[in-house]
């Protein structure tokens, strides 16, 4: 099974849809800041598009993702950029994610002292970082790396591949 959270009304084919709103192409109606309504290991890919900035508490969530997974799912995020003004402009949203952030959920830094053991009961493997610029010729610019360590509005999002390890 795949799954797409906070879905809204943008129907992703070939997966299954999930929002809290009971929208048109809605397909499980559910809070999922409480849980995900699916079956342990029974998700093979998850993808969410500017849905994980809106969830109050990650950790759950994440955990929550680990549940449904198979070991070497692929999870997708892709969400605002910490350093761009669309993190910040739409008050719905609560979390900020940074290229770091899913750190905090890989035990080969936790476990390690690299970073802090809060104890998460998931495992998730960062394959690949990229981002989305705010125009095409963007891309093409050199020292982005330095552009966005020092400036605001470099990178418009920041997308994530994930790969669950169970």
């Avoid at 003004?85 to 719905?92: L, S």
Wanted: net charge positive; proline share 5%.
């Amino acid at each position: 099974m795949k799954i797409n959270l906070g879905s809204g009304n943008i129907r992703k084919e070939g997966y299954t849809n999930l929002d809290i709103l009971p929208l048109k192409n809605v397909d499980i109606v559910c809070d999922l800041s409480k849980n995900i309504p699916l079956s342990e290991n029974s998700v093979e890919s998850v993808y969410a598009s500017h849905f994980f900035e809106h969830v109050n508490y990650l950790p759950h969530l994440m955990e929550e993702i680990y549940r449904v997974c198979r070991n070497g799912s692929i999870v997708e995020v892709i969400c605002p950029y910490f350093k761009s003004n669309g993190a910040f402009k739409d008050p719905t949203h609560v979390t900020f994610i940074t290229e770091n952030t899913f750190d905090y959920f890989n035990k080969e830094y936790t476990e390690s002292g690299k970073l802090p053991n809060y104890n998460f009961k998931c495992d998730f493997r960062v394959k690949e970082i990229t981002y989305i610029w705010p125009c095409r010729k963007m891309k093409y610019l050199p020292f982005k790396g330095l552009l966005r360590k020092y400036f605001w509005n470099i990178a418009h999002s920041i997308c994530f591949k994930l790969i669950v390890i169970k």
